[in-house]
């Protein structure tokens, strides 16, 4: 069950878009607060013209590690950035219109409120080389890269395979976490 003392407020979204909170009641969900849109900056801006936004912090943490990757030959981009707890009942809303059941886009789209891109922090990386963002990226030499270098960017994958949350495995799906001085001595 998703932190219970938010579970009513995920409930009463669930409601909204008509699907029954049973079948996310199995599942131990984290909860994800929305960052403030007035405190994201942009990160990236993709081909379409859409300005993905972050957090300051997670995006100049960004933008320090895709030019580092440039140098080392690995072009990365942004898939997706922040999301409201609106576009992401946007983004649910379209699976149910093709018919999709809940218990099925559930495992790869987190539910409103469980979105770890509600904190402005989390991001979908791509290269070019990589047609859409699967578990095919897993095989990129991209993905090689972040896995040996994102920490040191403060960027850890947050869904290996097998994770706690019931998600699939995110190659693709990083986040950045603030380094705490207290933890970074003695290295
Ligand atoms: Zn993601």
């Known amino acids: 069950m998703p932190a219970v003392e938010n579970f009513p407020q995920i409930r009463q979204w669930l409601e909204e878009m008509g699907i029954d909170s049973e079948v996310i009641a199995h599942r131990t969900l984290p909860f994800f607060k929305e960052a403030e849109r007035t405190l994201l900056v942009t990160a990236e801006t993709n081909a379409e013209g859409k300005a993905l936004l972050l957090l300051p912090e997670a995006a100049n943490a960004w933008r320090r590690m895709h030019q580092c990757a440039k140098t080392a030959g690995i072009d990365l981009y942004l898939v997706s950035a922040w999301r409201s707890v609106e576009y992401q009942m946007s983004l649910i809303k379209k ?12 495992s ?21 080389e ?21 920490h040191q960017f403060g960027f850890e994958m947050s869904f290996p395979p097998d994770n ?24």
């Not at 790869?108 to 770890?116: K, M, N, Q, R, T």
């Open 95 to 106: 699976k149910q219109q093709l018919g999709v059941p809940p218990e099925e886009f559930f």
């Open 108 to 128: 790869y789209l987190a539910p409103p409120g469980c979105s770890e891109h509600h904190t402005g922090r989390a991001i979908d990386i791509n290269t070019p």
């Open 164 to 187: 706690p949350w019931g998600f699939i495995y995110e190659p693709w799906h990083w986040c950045w976490h603030p380094v705490n001085p207290a933890n970074k001595s003695g290295k």
């Open 130 to 150: 990589c047609d859409e963002v699967s578990g095919v990226f897993g095989d990129t030499p991209a993905f090689a890269w972040l896995r040996e270098h994102a």
